[in-house]
T-cell receptor, first 113, second 111 residues
């Protein structure tokens, strides 16, 4: 067990709606990254937060946004949901910005209908 | 963007056999990581490699960071039923700490 927890575990939304996913990082970790994993694929990097600021972003549109809070918990927000947003969303926390090792939560399975 | 080619895509082996899988990249990575993912779960870190040529073991698992920094392999010795799952390689480079993942190797261990 990594100590990274995500909520909810499953979610069904309608196209065009907005969704907020939550992550609680492992104690002592100050970076959090979000990944999208489509069925049968490896995870794709969305963005990383360090000390409450975005510290890198993958090839995802602006309707994907995030927040990191002082207690190192984090949110991923997705606006104007599309069918292709259906995926497993993974949160990963790290010890520091320099340390590459990422420890993943169990993920949130989002289905857009 | 960076691409990782992971092979094989799937493997069926007998319990007790050894397994080998690898990843190659067109770009140089400074760090290679190997993860295992079970159904409905997030990836679990197995081994981290930080130096070209490095060979690291974790129990029955052994992984190597290629000399060219463009490849890595993972070996599992004496496979057991709980080794079943999807194995992912991931690389990281430069100042960015994002991980680029391979497409995974689905391992099935037959009794």
């Amino acid at each position: 067990e990594t100590g990274v927890t995500q909520s909810p575990t499953h979610l069904i939304k309608t196209r065009g709606q907005q969704v907020t996913l939550r992550c609680s990082s492992q104690s002592g970790h100050n970076t959090v990254s979000w990944y999208q994993q489509a069925l049968g694929q490896g995870p794709q990097f969305i963005f990383q937060y360090y000390r409450e600021e975005e510290n890198g972003r993958g090839n995802f549109p602006p309707r994907f946004s995030g927040l990191q809070f002082p207690n190192y918990s984090s949110e991923l927000n997705v606006n104007a949901l599309e069918l292709d947003d259906s995926a497993l969303y993974l949160c990963a926390s790290g010890v520091s910005r320099q340390n590459t090792e990422a420890f993943f939560g169990q993920g949130t399975r989002l289905t857009v209908v | 963007g960076q691409q990782l080619n992971q092979s094989p895509q799937s493997m069926f082996i007998q319990e007790g056999e050894d397994v080998s899988m690898n990843c190659t990249s067109s770009s140089i990575f400074n760090t290679w990581l190997w993860y295992k993912q079970d159904p409905g779960e997030g990836p679990v870190l197995l081994i981290a490699l930080y130096k070209a040529g490095e060979l690291t073991s974790n129990g029955r698992l052994t992984a190597q960071f290629g000399i060219t920094r463009k490849d890595s392999f993972l070996n599992i010795s004496a496979s057991i039923p709980s080794d079943v799952g999807i194995y992912f390689c991931a690389g990281s480079s430069g100042s960015a700490r994002q991980l680029t993942f391979g497409s995974g190797t689905q391992l099935t261990v037959l009794p």
